[in-house]
């Protein structure tokens, strides 16, 4: 089966940190550019990062600049999000897809969407 697998999601204090992983299963992320989205209750899933295939070009949404880093390891066939100073906004299920080779912001130009994984910011 084509998808991704996340992973690192749990319970966190404001102001503490989590590193998500995405794997690949299934296919290589040869030419594949690979976002960060999240859907919170009753919300629609939304972009919060992505990375380029083509130049490693990285891509935050506004409310997460400067706490989020977004990288990838081809080779581990694996990206992944390391996540600071969390907030309970943040609080949502975090999910990876991909498509070829350039990021963009809407979530259903990309696939191979996992399970996703649970964040919950909360003390």
């Known amino acids: 089966q084509v998808q991704f697998v996340e992973s690192g999601g749990g319970l966190v204090q404001p102001g503490g940190s989590l590193r998500l992983s995405c794997a690949a299963s299934?296919?290589?992320?040869?030419?594949?550019?690979v976002g960060w989205f999240r859907q919170a209750p009753g919300k629609e899933r939304e972009g919060v990062s992505c990375i380029s295939s083509s130049d490693g070009s990285t891509y935050y949404a506004d409310s997460v600049k400067g706490r989020f880093t977004i990288s990838r390891d081809n080779a581990k066939k694996t990206v992944y999000l390391q996540m600071n100073s969390l907030k309970p906004e943040d609080t949502a299920v975090y999910y990876c897809?991909?498509?070829?080779?350039?990021?963009?912001?809407?979530?259903?130009?990309?696939?191979?969407w996992g399970q996703g994984t649970q964040v919950t910011v909360s003390s």
């Open positions: 897809g991909s498509r070829f080779r350039v990021c963009v912001r809407r979530p259903r130009d990309f696939g191979s």
């Open positions: 299934g296919f290589t992320l040869d030419y594949k550019a």
